[in-house]
């Protein structure tokens, strides 16, 4: 049965590439892809790699883009010259996304962490693939409470209006399928508008609530 290490995995996922991924695997190479819409939104099925019958199918929005990005590998350091033993800026724990803006000598980018200017090791900070997704619009609604003043509500400060059973929709539409009944005082979270209505999450679900559902509290 073939076998990679977890660093040849964790690697693997880092860089976003599942084809070599899962060909060291042992499944076989395959490029496709198809388009597919939900709800005004285009995404792209992938298909990366094959096996019996079955095969491996990733999933992203149209509108999301690759580039490359860093990240660290481990807790490191931001210094304030190419030396370790020097003074240490910053703190940048693993994970940690900084800047890079060029590599003037080798083992050693410069950048910076949380407006902290610098130097970072190359051994610690390494190139990692991430997504570009397009910012959401804010989406701000005057509400009327029980006491008759306006609120405006926006993000996470909007509830299911009191003495009422929403039902969250599939579509901008009371054509659309109920995706989930939502009680008075669920907190809603907003992201984009449509019309009268507003494309939101409750809990786990995703969908589109009529404005006249919202409440400030």
């Known amino acids: 049965m073939p076998y990679i290490s977890k660093k040849q995995f964790k690697q693997y996922i880092e860089r976003y590439d599942f084809t070599n991924l899962f060909n060291q695997l042992g499944w076989n190479y395959v490029k496709h892809q198809d388009p597919v819409k939900v709800n005004d939104y285009t995404y792209k099925l992938h298909s990366v790699a094959e096996k019996s019958g079955f095969r491996i199918l990733l999933c992203e929005p149209d509108n999301v883009q690759l580039t490359t990005g860093y ?9 304030a010259a190419m030396d370790t033993s020097g ?4 703190t940048i724990p693993s994970g940690g996304q900084p800047t890079v803006y060029e590599n003037p000598k080798k083992g ?6 949380n407006g902290v200017a610098g ?4 051994k610690y900070v390494q190139e990692s ?3 570009l997704f397009p910012a959401l619009s804010t989406v701000t609604t005057a509400v009327t409470g029980a006491d008759g003043t306006s609120t405006v509500v926006s993000g996470t400060s ?7 059973v929403a039902n969250l929709r599939s579509l901008p539409s009371t054509d659309g399928a109920v995706v989930a009944a939502l009680p008075a005082g669920t907190p809603v979270t907003l992201f984009s508008a449509a019309g009268n209505w507003y494309y939101c999450q409750a809990d786990i679900y ?12």
């Open 129 to 131: 693939t991430v997504f």
């Open 87 to 90: 003074e240490r800026l910053a």
């Open 71 to 79: 990240k660290a590998t481990r807790k490191t350091y931001v210094y």
């Open 108 to 113: 050693w980018w410069y950048g910076e962490y």
């Open 158 to 164: 909007a509830f299911i209006a009191q003495g009422i």
């Open 119 to 122: 130097y970072m090791r190359t």
């Open 206 to 217: 995703t969908g589109y609530l009529y404005k006249d559902c919202l409440s400030a509290q």
